[in-house]
């Protein structure tokens, strides 16, 4: 396994990533999105896990969507979208490498990487093979338009956990509809999420599992919103057994 970073401009800036490479002439491929205010690096065991176990792996950090993030892209200017266009962005990059099996890429993404996610993946669903989210936020539309009745309620700027969030974020959370993107989604979907959860209530989980065409719920039993290390490992392996199934390895 080697691991070498990945810079993709795109849109007037760059995302910062790193690719976890198999010792395979060719493979599949993850690409795993970090949730809010997190980094590249969050989910880098697992990205060695998988690309070990034959699956090439990409991790990157949105632009603005972290302060750790390399871009310079202003965390006051990053909105769901603006990060589903870097996730885009990746995805094109990938498509280009010549080892990268085209018809056998996932996207992974964590809470508001979730999110991202899935609206990544129904978009470019002809290039999406199947889909992972550990405890995906869901809720994000729901939490913030209902704090900001109004649109003149939307502050300016707004300090959120760690991170400024600019008055662009909040306004275009309004009329989006993440049940558009999930009844799109036609590929298998494989859905991590603790019942402790008090960020994101696991009903979020359990109402998109059921509506995805192929929608399958794990439910983590103690565990909270973030996994612990045990329940980051387990989650490691059902999501290789979860590749496996859906590219037809190890079927008989």
């Not at 205010?37 to 880098?44: I, L, Y």
């Not at 039993?221 to 490691?236: D, L, V, Y």
Request: proline share 3%; glycine share 10%.
């Amino acid at each position: 396994m080697k691991k070498r970073e990945v810079l993709v401009t795109h849109h007037g800036r760059t995302v910062y990533g790193f690719f976890y490479e198999p010792d395979a002439k060719e493979y599949p491929l993850i690409i795993m999105s970090h949730g809010y205010n997190g980094h590249k690096s969050d989910f880098e065991i697992s990205a060695e896990y998988f690309a070990e176990n034959g699956i090439g792996t990409v991790c990157y950090t949105f632009c603005g969507g972290s302060v750790r993030d390399e871009s310079s892209f202003s965390t006051t200017e990053m909105t769901l979208y603006t990060e589903e266009e870097d996730l885009c962005a990746v995805l094109d990059e990938v498509l280009t490498w010549k080892q990268v099996q085209k018809d056998r890429i996932f996207l992974f993404g964590g809470s508001q990487g979730g999110f991202v996610s899935a609206m990544a993946a129904a978009d470019r669903r002809e290039h999406v093979k199947g889909l992972i989210l550990l405890y995906p936020a869901l809720c994000i539309p729901d939490n913030w338009n209902t704090r900001f009745e109004k649109e003149e309620d939307i502050p300016s700027k707004l300090e959120f956990w760690g991170m400024e969030l600019g008055n662009k974020f909040f306004r275009t959370l309004r009329g989006l509809d993440i049940h558009t993107y999930i009844r799109q989604f036609k590929q298998p979907v494989f859905i991590m999420h603790g019942d402790q959860d008090e960020i994101v209530p696991i009903e979020y989980g359990k109402n998109a599992a059921e509506e995805y065409a192929q929608g399958k719920l794990e439910v983590f039993t103690g565990e909270i919103h973030g996994f612990t290390e045990n329940g980051n490992r387990r989650m490691e392996a059902m999501a290789l057994y979860f590749v496996h199934d859906v590219i037809g390895i190890g079927r008989k």
